[in-house]
Every structure is written in C-alpha cells, then in structure tokens.
C-alpha cells in the first residue's frame, strides 16, 4: 500500500511516519511537504534511509503540483498533517492559515476524488471546540460538542473539518477525521510550550509564562496520537470523527514547573508575560467513541512521558540548536540542490 504523508517533515507527521516504517515495513510512504518555517528535513534523515520512503518538497494548494504526485505515486491513503498550526502567528498574519489549512485540503481531496483512494484522513485539533470553563472540570468535548472557535488557525481547521464532511456527503468521498489535543514528544518545533521551555532553561533564560499559567490543556505523547490515527484511518468508519484526548490534564504552570525540577533549574526564571488575544481557557477531550470502537487508550502517563521527552531534548541538542539558529532551513539546499549542481 501507498500512503501520501502531507507536512510530515514537521512534529506529529514525521512521528507518525517513523511509526507506519516500523509497524508496516511494506508499506510505500510518500512524505509531501513544503518546507516552511515549521518543517525540517533533518528530522526525516533516519527515514530517509528507507527505500520504502520518499520525500518530495511542494505546497499542497498547488492543484497542478499535488495532481502530478498523484500521477506518480497512484496512494491508496492520504493522511493530511500539513497545517499552519500556530495560534499566535495566526493572529498576526491569518491569511497563511487560510490558503494552507482550507484551501490546501480542498485540492487534496479533489486529487484524491480524480484518482480515487481508499481513505482520505483529516487531522485536526480539539482547539475547533473552544474552550471549557475552568470551574467545570466535569465538563469535556465530545464529538457532538458543537464548533466554537476563538482563532484564526482554530477556524480555519473547523473550516477544512466542514469541507471534509461535505466532500463525504456530496462526493462520498471516504473520510475520517481525528481531533486530538495537545502533543509532545521528539522532534516538536522549539516555539512551542514544552520545547521552548526546555531550551530556555537549559540556557538558564527567563521563561515565558503567558498570564496567570492558569490555562489548562490535555496533553498526549505524540507516540500515542500516531497510534490513534493509524487505527482511524485503517479501521475508522468513514464519514465520522473521532476525538483522541491523553487524560493528561495540567496548566501551563504545572507543565513549566515539572520541567524546571526536571532539570534541576530554579523555578525563578519564571516570568509572566501579557496573555494573547482569546486565549482558550481549558481543553479537555472524551475519548469514548474511539475507545470503544477502535480500542485505542493513550498508553503515556505525563510523568513517564514528560520524562522521555526532556531526555531526547538532551540527547539531540544540536537538532533544535540549528532550528534556534535558522541553520535548519540550510539542510533542504545541502541535501538536495547542492548534490544536484555537483
């Protein structure tokens, strides 16, 4: 089988693609991504190895480019990680998000409706939801929970959630969509919460904390996410989402103060910072449908998780030291454009 992997040189896809190589090593995986600030070729080296893997840069609302792969590769699955995925950099330029996170996914699915797969599978975010009341900790999402977004990068994957629907009702194009909460692991950009705490405090510079740290999120190691979206998209009823929560409940306080005594660093370098413009409160995901269906249970307690993660910051402190200093975006030039001028 043939699976096209979209922005699997970013965090949650390239997980996702070291686990299908491991767990179906007959498997072909296309990886197609186009190498935004966000996206690293370094971290697909290992895959790269592989003979069963490919990676090929390109945008995917490029219709004619997307169209061409297609032509190529005839997928059997198409998994769609690609996104503009960060809220603060939605706020200041929301029209990216757009193009990427809609239109991207429409000339997806048209490919995959112009040369027919078995499966087109949507990632989202349980950030298309809202947020909860912290003073309801009874409360959580469900798949029924209705859509109710607070930014432009939230709304812009409800957007692509609601296209993927409609192109199962109008099209019968067979879909899943998963919506999951918040990651961590290996190989996660450094501008995000966990990583960017760790390398601050490996620097012992201050910590940015936005407001009180009161905002709670569900966190999931990312092994378990991957596992989750291969049972969907395999087994998944078509047509239907499926939400995939950790039961990993913590503030943003909690998650920085468990880092610093991690790494033995004082909880002074703590420094709170003026919270961003409708800042969601509390995520919390019901996982039900998934287990009950599929069976999937996250296997990561937080501590354990928590614990493996600083320790591969550790050991790969030159993969985000190059992501910090830019040097990152060279690798794409000295793997590919550079061997082709020689």
Same mark, same amino acid.
């Given at each position: 089988?043939?699976?096209?992997?979209?922005?699997?040189?970013?965090?949650?896809?390239?997980?996702?693609?070291?686990?299908?190589?491991?767990?179906?090593? #007959?498997?072909?995986?296309?990886?197609?991504?186009?190498?935004?600030? /966000?996206?690293?070729?370094?971290?697909?080296?290992?895959?790269?190895?592989?003979?069963?893997?490919?990676?090929?840069? &390109?945008?995917?609302?490029?219709?004619?480019?997307?169209?061409?792969?297609?032509? #190529?590769?005839?997928?059997?699955?198409?998994?769609?990680? /690609? /996104?503009?995925?960060?809220?603060?950099?939605?706020?200041?330029?929301? &029209?990216?998000?757009?193009?990427?996170?809609?239109?991207?996914?429409?000339?997806?699915?048209?490919?995959?409706?112009?040369?027919?797969?078995?499966?087109?599978?949507?990632?989202?975010?349980?950030?298309?939801?809202?947020? @909860?009341? @912290?003073?309801?900790?009874?409360?959580?999402?469900?798949?029924?929970?209705?859509?109710?977004?607070?930014? !432009?990068?939230?709304?812009?994957? /409800?957007?692509?959630?609601?296209?993927?629907?409609?192109?199962?009702?109008?099209?019968?194009? !067979?879909?899943?969509?998963?919506?999951?909460?918040?990651? =961590?692991?290996?190989?996660?950009?450094? #501008?995000?919460?966990?990583?960017?705490?760790?390398?601050?405090?490996?620097?012992?510079?201050?910590? !940015?904390?936005?407001?009180?740290?009161?905002?709670?999120?569900?966190?999931?190691?990312?092994?378990?996410h991957c596992i989750a979206v291969d049972l969907v998209m395999r087994k998944g009823r078509v047509g239907e989402? =499926?939400?995939?929560?950790?039961?990993?409940?913590?503030?943003?306080?909690?998650?920085?103060?468990?880092?610093?005594?991690?790494?033995?660093? !004082?909880?002074?370098?703590?420094?709170?910072?003026?919270?961003?413009?409708?800042?969601?409160?509390? =995520?919390?995901?019901?996982?039900?449908?998934?287990?009950?269906? %599929?069976?999937? %249970?996250?296997?990561?307690?937080? #501590?354990?998780?928590?614990?493996?993660?600083?320790?591969?910051?550790?050991?790969?402190?030159?993969?985000?030291?190059?992501?910090?200093? &830019?040097?990152?975006?060279?690798?794409?030039?000295k793997m590919y454009v550079e061997k082709d001028r020689a």
């Amino acid at each position: 089988m043939t699976i096209i992997v979209t922005g699997g040189a970013g965090f949650i896809g390239s997980n996702f693609i070291y686990y299908e190589l491991e767990k179906y090593p #007959e498997d072909r995986i296309v990886c197609l991504d186009k190498l935004t600030y /966000a996206g690293n070729l370094a971290t697909l080296e290992d895959a790269m190895k592989n003979p069963q893997f490919r990676f090929v840069k &390109g945008d995917i609302a490029d219709k004619d480019f997307v169209e061409k792969l297609f032509e #190529e590769e005839h997928p059997d699955i198409v998994v769609n990680f /690609a /996104a503009e995925s960060h809220v603060d950099r939605s706020i200041e330029d929301p &029209g990216i998000f757009l193009q990427t996170n809609i239109i991207g996914t429409q000339v997806l699915m048209d490919a995959c409706r112009k040369y027919g797969i078995t499966r087109y599978h949507q990632v989202s975010t349980d950030e298309v939801y809202g947020d @909860l009341p @912290l003073d309801r900790p009874d409360l959580f999402f469900t798949e029924e929970t209705p859509i109710h977004t607070s930014s !432009p990068y939230s709304s812009s994957k /409800a957007g692509a959630d609601l296209l993927v629907l409609a192109y199962y009702r109008t099209y019968g194009l !067979p879909v899943t969509i998963t919506r999951c909460s918040n990651n =961590y692991g290996p190989y996660q950009f450094p #501008e995000k919460l966990i990583p960017l705490m760790i390398s601050r405090a490996l620097a012992e510079q201050s910590l !940015p904390v936005y407001g009180k740290g009161e905002n709670v999120r569900d966190w999931l190691y990312v092994r378990d996410h991957c596992i989750a979206v291969d049972l969907v998209m395999r087994k998944g009823r078509v047509g239907e989402v =499926y939400n995939i929560g950790g039961h990993n409940e913590k503030t943003n306080l909690e998650v920085v103060k468990i880092i610093l005594k991690q790494l033995n660093k !004082p909880e002074s370098l703590i420094t709170y910072v003026t919270d961003r413009p409708g800042h969601d409160m509390r =995520y919390a995901i019901d996982p039900t449908k998934i287990y009950k269906e %599929l069976g999937w %249970l996250p296997e990561t307690k937080f #501590e354990d998780g928590i614990r493996k993660t600083i320790d591969w910051y550790l050991s790969h402190e030159s993969w985000w030291q190059n992501i910090i200093s &830019g040097e990152y975006r060279n690798y794409f030039e000295k793997m590919y454009v550079e061997k082709d001028r020689a």
